[in-house]
């Protein structure tokens, strides 16, 4: 599968994201600022007519389908994901009260399951990436597998939520997937897990290079980063290396308060509405690591927020990117309440670099490009770790391979 086939259906990432571990990521996906608002009430008077023949067929189906009773509630949730999908936007979804649960859940950072982000690409589901440390991760799951059944289900075919919940279950059970990679079926026993996983982790390398690692942007993340560059810094390390490869995003509200601890004052990202309407989003100069030199690493898995906060350094001269290209998210989803219980997800804006650039599908190139080799049974080099930490250190001209 290329990255090109995934990027035409990307969810945040999180992102415009869901997680095995719980259903949705609410990033983002796992990827989108919460912005909670309760249903509409009422029909506008506007769509009235629209939507006249819309209760002319439920009318119909009522008294003239074959099978009764109907299952109201199932025509209603159909009828909103079919709305829904007119608009050809991958990341603008409707959440049953199930799934609207559990992706609140997500933000918590506490969910059963196998700990992986996915996204729909024609009908396949896809891994964006398993999170650091899951049951996903630890079975061996890769970015890019092809979830084909879970427990003799057949996914393909499946809307994302429906996969979802064939893939989650209590922690202690186990999962049996077939995967398809490079155009090979493997088969995976996963056990499911409660997914609690801390968003940041660091420690100082050998080289006396502050090392941190971004796994999500969960709500918890810029008071786990916090407390952690307190502690590196208090080192005195000679450098930092920020490293968000496989970060499918989260909350734009955290990705913008985590930037802000590198940036000076200046700005961040800039969030463009449909009507043309603008909002910028600054950093106040009180971050705890705006002049520590800085070396950010991305790869294919690094979406939605992951990219604000690489663009941000980009765009502001702040630090190198070093890596592979992006995943490319570049949208805002808000959240609103419905009235069953359930929710959904529209995307309201698009977000841009401070220099105007727009990730979209594109993604972020990298300053150096380096690949990883493919991982082996017997040893697996981190190419890309070690071109950072050498970058640092100025022991040799780095160049892209």
């Given at each position: 599968m290329?990255?090109r086939?995934?990027?035409?259906?990307?969810t945040?990432?999180?992102l415009?994201?869901?997680?095995?571990?719980g259903?949705?990521?609410?990033?983002?996906?796992?990827?989108?600022?919460?912005?909670?608002?309760?249903?509409?009430?009422?029909?506008?008077?506007q769509?009235e007519?629209?939507?006249?023949?819309?209760?002319e067929?439920w009318?119909?189906?009522?008294?003239?389908?074959?099978?009764q009773?109907?299952d109201?509630v199932?025509?209603?949730?159909?009828a909103?994901?079919?709305?829904?999908?007119?608009l050809d936007?991958?990341n603008?979804?409707y959440?049953?009260?199930?799934?609207?649960?559990?992706?609140?859940q997500a933000?918590?950072?506490?969910?059963?399951?196998?700990?992986a982000?996915v996204t729909?690409?024609?009908?396949?589901?896809?891994?964006v990436?398993?999170?650091e440390?899951?049951p996903?991760a630890?079975?061996g799951?890769?970015?890019g597998?092809?979830l084909?059944?879970?427990?003799g289900?057949?996914?393909?075919?499946?809307d994302?939520?429906?996969?979802?919940a064939?893939?989650?279950?209590?922690?202690?059970?186990?999962?049996?997937?077939?995967?398809?990679?490079?155009?090979?079926?493997?088969?995976f026993?996963?056990?499911r897990?409660?997914?609690?996983i801390p968003?940041?982790?660091?420690?100082?390398l050998?080289?006396?290079?502050?090392y941190v690692?971004?796994?999500?942007?969960?709500?918890?993340?810029?008071?786990?980063l916090?407390?952690?560059?307190?502690?590196?810094?208090?080192?005195?390390?000679?450098?930092?290396?920020l490293?968000?490869?496989?970060?499918p995003?989260?909350?734009l509200?955290?990705?913008?308060?985590?930037?802000?601890?590198?940036?000076?004052?200046?700005?961040?990202?800039?969030?463009?509405?449909?009507?043309?309407r603008e909002?910028?989003?600054?950093a106040?100069?009180?971050?705890?690591?705006?002049?520590?030199?800085?070396?950010?690493?991305?790869?294919q898995?690094?979406?939605?927020?992951?990219?604000?906060?690489?663009?941000a350094?980009?765009?502001r001269?702040?630090?190198?990117?070093?890596?592979?290209?992006?995943?490319?998210?570049?949208?805002?989803?808000?959240?609103?309440?419905?009235s069953?219980?359930?929710?959904?997800?529209i995307?309201i804006?698009?977000?841009?670099?401070?220099?105007?650039t727009w990730v979209?599908?594109?993604?972020?190139?990298?300053?150096?490009?380096?690949?990883?080799?493919?991982?082996?049974?017997d040893?697996?080099s981190?190419?890309?770790?070690?071109?950072?930490?050498?970058?640092?250190?100025?022991?040799?001209?780095?160049?892209?391979?």
């Open positions: 290329t990255k086939q995934i990027l035409l259906f990307i945040f990432l999180f415009g994201l869901i997680l095995f571990s259903g949705y990521l609410l990033g983002q996906s796992q990827i989108a600022p919460v912005q909670l608002t309760g249903a509409a009430s009422g029909t506008p008077r769509a007519e629209a939507f006249r023949p819309f209760w067929t009318k119909f189906l009522h008294t003239d389908y074959f099978e009773p109907l109201d199932l025509l209603a949730e159909g909103l994901e079919g709305m829904l999908a007119t936007d991958a603008t979804i959440l049953s009260p199930q799934n609207e649960e559990v992706a609140r933000f918590e950072g506490n969910l059963e399951g196998i700990g982000e729909s690409e024609e009908g396949a589901i896809v891994i990436a398993p999170y440390g899951s996903a630890i079975a799951l890769l970015q597998d092809i084909r059944e879970a427990d289900v057949i996914l393909t075919g499946l994302v939520g429906e996969a979802a064939m893939v989650r279950g209590p922690a202690g059970t186990v999962v049996h997937l077939l995967v398809e990679r490079d155009g090979q079926l493997l088969e026993d996963v056990t897990d409660v997914i609690d968003s940041v982790r660091g420690e100082l050998e080289e006396n290079i502050a690692r971004l796994s999500r942007f969960s709500n918890d993340t810029d008071e786990e916090s407390e952690t560059l307190e502690s590196l810094i208090s080192q005195d390390p000679t450098g930092l290396i490293d968000v490869r496989s970060n995003g989260g909350s509200s955290s990705a913008v308060s985590v930037a802000d601890q590198f940036l000076a004052e200046g700005p961040i990202l800039i969030e463009r509405f449909g009507n043309g909002r910028l989003f600054d106040d100069d009180e971050g705890l690591a705006q002049d520590i030199p800085l070396v950010i690493l991305i790869d898995g690094s979406a939605s927020a992951s990219e604000v906060l690489a663009g350094v980009r765009d001269e702040r630090g190198t990117l070093i890596g592979d290209t992006s995943f490319g998210k570049g949208t805002v989803q808000s959240w609103k309440e419905l069953n219980g359930g929710g959904v997800r995307t804006a698009r977000w841009i670099t401070p220099d105007g979209h599908k594109d993604g972020l190139e990298p300053d150096v490009r380096i690949t990883l080799p493919e991982a082996t049974d040893s697996f981190d190419s890309q770790l070690q071109a950072a930490i050498d970058y640092l250190l100025d022991q040799s001209t780095i160049e892209s391979q």
